[in-house]
């Protein structure tokens, strides 16, 4: 059985203190949003039973995944379709059950409109119900992240402060 919104989001965020609370270094010290995106995989992973959760995966079935849409300006365009790779994705590999798509950045990037269009492309062309797009906040002033939810048609904006304690 599929989670609900309210299920997703509880699992998200539980993974997302459990990234502040085991890797915060790697917050701290700025490091490539590939580290810091494994690492909160590997939580979200924890949250998911049943699913796999997999970073830059690019497959749809068995064939490389594709945007067909102007959603992004990556490398690798194929003929008719852009190659992707996702920040994060909740699924099960070889279905058509998807459950989320994550696209992290931190604030110091300057590229965030591609992502969000990045995450609307995949629910449109791959029937993703949810998206998710996390600002990991770790240039100035305590830890935070700001989070984008896609949901329902609509956007879910909040801000969750990492330094809790």
Not at 6 to 20: D, N, P, T, V
Not at 46 to 75: I, M, V
Not at 83 to 109: G, Q, W
Request: proline fraction near 3%; charged fraction near 30%.
């Amino acid at each position: 059985m599929q989670p609900k919104f309210k299920e997703i989001r509880a699992g998200i965020l539980s993974a997302l203190f459990e990234l502040y609370k085991r890797d915060k270094q790697i917050l701290s010290i700025n490091a490539n949003e590939r580290s810091i995106t494994h690492r909160f995989a590997i939580y979200i992973e924890k949250e998911f039973p049943g699913w796999d959760t997999d970073c830059e995966y690019n497959r749809d079935g068995e064939k490389p995944k594709e945007l067909h849409q102007n959603a992004s300006n990556e490398a690798g365009n194929q003929g008719n379709g852009t190659k992707v790779y996702p920040d994060i994705i909740v699924h099960k590999r070889l279905t058509n059950k998807n459950l989320i798509i994550i696209e992290a950045k931190k604030d110091n990037s300057n590229d965030f409109k591609t992502d969000k269009e990045k995450i609307q492309s995949f629910l449109n062309e791959y029937h993703y119900k949810n998206g998710l797009f996390i600002i990991f906040n770790v240039s100035n002033g305590p830890l935070s992240a700001d989070l984008e939810w896609f949901h329902g048609n609509t956007w879910i904006k909040e801000r969750i402060d990492l330094e809790v304690t």
